[in-house]
Nanobody, 126 residues
Framework: QVHLVQSGGGSVDVGGSLRLSCAASGYTYSRNCMGWFRQAPGKEREGVAVIYTGGGRAYYSNSVKGRFTISQDNAKNTVYLQMNSLKPEDTAMYYC???????????????????WGQGTQVTVSS
């Protein structure tokens, strides 16, 4: 059974930092596409960053480029999202996700990801 277990998140002031973790189990973690998405109340789920765990190549949305960093620890089957210089508009529920079948990140939109974490709230206060 596949599990993506998230940790981290919380509340922080504008300009602060947080780190999210996503530990994967029950499937072949290596050489797969994993990503972070977020959803604010009343808005659609949007992509934040994705990474191909087979080589580390990462892609970011324009709204977080230069502030967020997605990374991996293959020994721990874990993907991280380091969030710096946080803004109020970063406030949302954050989800990690993974492709069902091992592949490079050919599609970065939510429907391409079949496994999802439980979500964690990030709140940035001004």
């Amino acid at each position: 059974q596949v599990h993506l277990v998230q940790s981290g998140g919380g509340s922080v002031d504008v300009g602060g930092s947080l780190r999210l973790s996503c530990a994967a189990s029950g499937y072949t973690y290596s050489r797969n596409c994993m990503g972070w998405f977020r959803q604010a109340p009343g808005k659609e789920r949007e992509g934040v960053a994705v990474i191909y765990t087979g080589g580390g190549r990462a892609y970011y949305s324009n709204s977080v480029k230069g502030r967020f960093t997605i990374s991996q620890d293959n020994a721990k089957n874990t993907v991280y999202l380091q969030m710096n210089s946080l803004k109020p508009e970063d406030t949302a529920m954050y989800y990690c996700a993974a492709y069902v079948r091992n592949s490079w990140c050919y599609d970065v939109y939510p429907p391409a990801f079949g496994y999802w974490g439980q979500g964690t709230q990030v709140t940035v206060s001004s």
